[in-house]
Each structure stands twice: as structure tokens, then as C-alpha cells.
């Protein structure tokens, strides 16, 4: 039996096994380059081009590209007017733009619980509507899978809310064989350099079948000025408040070629998904993923839930031992929203300026057992498609040694 690296012993992988990787082509090289030369750094053609393509790609009638993927949730609050007094019940269990967006744009984050999958437990929603004044939902599709949407939409149906996507982790992802990005009223996506695609730096994309919508958001972004619309005639015509969240021309150019082999990395996760899942699925202590049939999981997070007691590690002592094994893997979201200082001290002005003007809910006063439960049982590890086999083998290797050993040497 090898004893584990973080005992002293020999790691699985001499050479780290990147948690996230992205690769950048001649194409990308190339059209820097001339963007460069040009010095046409903040404004051209490819702008056009990428949401051209991303709408297509999505299966959407607009595609507005902004500076990331924080200020795309930001925007489609303002575009969808949820704003002052309207209240957005999302999850805990995200990264914070999910729920800061939510209050930037001034209304009020609720929270509901979540399923073992980390995605909005159908349930959860339904009981907060019969508690709460509530007028959006905000999906998250967690790690790309999507949220089992007949039931959100049933419940805003009903209830007369909105539906948001953050499809962060979800370009490509299908749901019953429609596109996440279609599944709600407003789509937004973050194109972080680790996510499915990147762009050029930060970068992020609204999607809506909403003329009006989209109409407002390209004003939204722009600082409210008629430039987009008239040309030079607009030029400082400013119609309404707005912002300056563009995405700049070599951001746009990077996503418009890195957009070109999205079908290929997709296909690339899926298949180290399916080998890992062969590989770690039948060891004790350990939930791999699921997938059902009526869903497109696109894999930007490969997650796993552990046992402490079966496994015989905590948590953070077996992602310090996997890294100590040459596998990069990660604790992820261990604190879930409402349990974060910010949202402990979210009516304290000093914590957030908002506070001045609004009350927010007592978030230490709620309880949400399973984001609370599988915040403290998750482990991120290696998920990009430039993993080898052989890497995807020695994450296994590594899971499993030192599972293997704590069982002999209890
Ligand atoms: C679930 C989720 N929502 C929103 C965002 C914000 O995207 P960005 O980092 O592009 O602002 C992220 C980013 O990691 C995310 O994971």
C-alpha cells in the first residue's frame, strides 16, 4: 500500500494536474495582432460578429455581449426592471455574483434550498412562494447541469415571476433538448477564462428573445447614449442612466474564435465526465455525478460529494492530500451564501451601501439543510478538455489510494 505524498510518500503525478486550462489558437494570436496594429482596441467588427454567432449558437434572437458575466446578471435585473422593492429568490450554494448582482441592482436576494446536485430544489421554491412576496426566480445551472426547469416554470407561472438564468457554468447545456439560455425570461453567461469558452480577458453574454429587452440592455451598457442606435447622430445623446460594462474588441475577438470550437471542448468534458465516473463510481464514499436522460450536462465543474466517515478524511484534509498527490482539486462553494459575513451583516451600511435605504432579511436567522450539508461534502477535482487519459487515470489513481489507505491504516 503507497502511502499518501501528504505523509511523506510518492505522488500519483510527479507533474501537477491542472485544476482548469484554456488554450488560446493561432486564430485568436492572429486577430490580436491586427486588432493591435489597427489599434482598434475597445470597438470593431468582431463584436458583432461573436453575438452574432453566440445567438445562433444558442438558438436565441439577441445576444449582448458585456464586460463579464457578473455585470450580465446586473443588467438583465435593470432590463427586466427588478429593481427597487422587487424581491429574487435564488440559491445559496453559488459563487457570490449570483446573489450581489441581485442587490446591486437593488431589489432583494431570498434564498431557497438545493438537491444533492448542488441545482434549486423545485420544492424549496414552491414553499418560500407560499411565505414570501416574491417576483423572479434566478436559476443557477450548478457546474453546468441544468435545473430541472418544468417545475421552476410551472411555480413562476403560476406565481407570475420571472425567470433569470445565471448560466455561468452552462454554454451548450440542454435541458429536454432546448438550450440553456432559452429556458427563462433572461440568460446571462460568464466567459471567466476557465469557464466552457473564455474571451480576451473578462467577459460575459445576456441572451433574450426580447427586442425590447435587447433594445434596452445595448443602451444599459453603453451609458444610456443613442450612439448604437443613430450612429454619430447619437453621438453624447444620452436616453437614459447607463453604464460602461462593453466588452472590449480583443475580449470579443478571442470569445468569437474560441466560440468556433465549443462543440468540441463540450464533447471533450463529457467524455472525461463518463471516464471518471467509470472510474471513481463504484468506490465507497464517493457520489460521482448524474446525469439523467433528459438533460446535456456540459461538465465545467467535475464534483464530487464525499463521505468523511466512510472515506475516513475530512474534506479539507483530503483536497490538501489529493494536491498533495499532484491532483489539483478544490474545496469549491464550502460556505454557503447565507452563511458568508456579507450576508450576516448585509443590513450593516458599513457592509453594504444599500443598507441605508433597504432592509434585508435576518439571512443568520435561515436554515437550508442541504446546502449547509453539501457545502461541507464537496470536492472539485481536475475538469478541462486538455486533460489526457493519462491525467484523468491519476486523479482516480489518487482518489483511490487514498481512500485505500485510510481504510488499512484507520
Ligand atoms: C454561478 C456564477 N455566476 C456568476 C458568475 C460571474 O461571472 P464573472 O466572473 O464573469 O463576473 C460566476 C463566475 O464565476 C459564477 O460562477
New binding site residues.
Given amino acids: 500500500m503507497h502511502k499518501p505524498a501528504i505523509l511523506g510518500g510518492e505522488p500519483v503525478s510527479k507533474k501537477k494536474i491542472r485544476f482548469a486550462k484554456i488554450f488560446v489558437g493561432d486564430e485568436e494570436r492572429k486577430a490580436i495582432e491586427e486588432i493591435l496594429r489597427e489599434g482598434s482596441l475597445v470597438s470593431g467588427a468582431y463584436l458583432e460578429k461573436f453575438e452574432k454567432e453566440f445567438a445562433r449558437f444558442i438558438g436565441a434572437k439577441h445576444a449582448i455581449a458585456v464586460s463579464?458575466?457578473?455585470?450580465?446578471?446586473f443588467l438583465s435585473y435593470l432590463a427586466l426592471d427588478l429593481t427597487f422593492g422587487s424581491r429574487v429568490l435564488t440559491t445559496p450554494f453559488?459563487?457570490v455574483?449570483?446573489a450581489s448582482?441581485i442587490i446591486h441592482a437593488g431589489s432583494i436576494p431570498l434564498f431557497a434550498d438545493v438537491l444533492e446536485d448542488g441545482n434549486l430544489d423545485p420544492a424549496s421554491v414552491e414553499k418560500m412562494f407560499s411565505r414570501e412576496k416574491i417576483d423572479a426566480i434566478t436559476v443557477?445551472h450548478?457546474y453546468g447541469k441544468p435545473v430541472e426547469m418544468d417545475e421552476i416554470r410551472r411555480i413562476a407561472r403560476e406565481k407570475g415571476a420571472l425567470v433569470i438564468e445565471?448560466a455561468?457554468?452552462a454554454h451548450g447545456a440542454e435541458y429536454k433538448g432546448t438550450k440553456v439560455g432559452l429556458l427563462g425570461d433572461i440568460a446571462?453567461f460568464?466567459?471567466?477564462p476557465t469557464?466552457i469558452i473564455a474571451a480576451g480577458g473578462?467577459?460575459?453574454v445576456i441572451v433574450t428573445n426580447d427586442d425590447e429587452v435587447a433594445e434596452k440592455l445595448t443602451l444599459l451598457r453603453a451609458h444610456g447614449e443613442l450612439r448604437h442606435k443613430l450612429g454619430e447622430a447619437g453621438a453624447y445623446e444620452y436616453e437614459r442612466l447607463g453604464y460602461n460594462m462593453r466588452m472590449s474588441h480583443i475580449e470579443a475577438a478571442v470569445a468569437y474564435y474560441q466560440l468556433k470550437r465549443i462543440n468540441t471542448y463540450i464533447e471533450k468534458r463529457r467524455k472525461i465526465a463518463k471516464m471518471l465516473n467509470e472510474l471513481l463510481g463504484d468506490l465507497p464514499g464517493i457520489r460521482v455525478p448524474e446525469e439523467p436522460n433528459h438533460l446535456k450536462h456540459v461538465y465545467y465543474i467535475y464534483s464530487i460529494l464525499i463521505d468523511e466517515k466512510v472515506i475516513g478524511w475530512s474534506r479539507d484534509e483530503f483536497v490538501k492530500a489529493l494536491n498533495a498527490e499532484g491532483v489539483e482539486a478544490r474545496r469549491g462553494y464550502h460556505k454557503p451564501l447565507h452563511k458568508q459575513e456579507l450576508f450576516l451583516n448585509i443590513n450593516d451600511p458599513r457592509v453594504n451601501h444599500f443598507a441605508k435605504i433597504h432592509k434585508y432579511p435576518e439571512y443568520a436567522k435561515m436554515h437550508l439543510p442541504n446546502a449547509e450539508r453539501i457545502s461541507q461534502k464537496t470536492v472539485w477535482l481536475p475538469m478541462h478538455p486538455f486533460l489526457t487519459e493519462e491525467e484523468v487515470e491519476s486523479i482516480a489513481t489518487a482518489v483511490r489510494k487514498l481512500i485505500e489507505w485510510k481504510s488499512t491504516h484507520a
Wanted: proline content about 0%; charged content about 10%.
Fill in positions: 463579464n458575466g457578473t455585470d450580465a446578471l453559488t459563487f455574483a449570483t448582482s443557477v450548478m445565471d455561468a457554468h446571462a460568464s466567459l471567466y469557464k473578462w467577459g460575459g
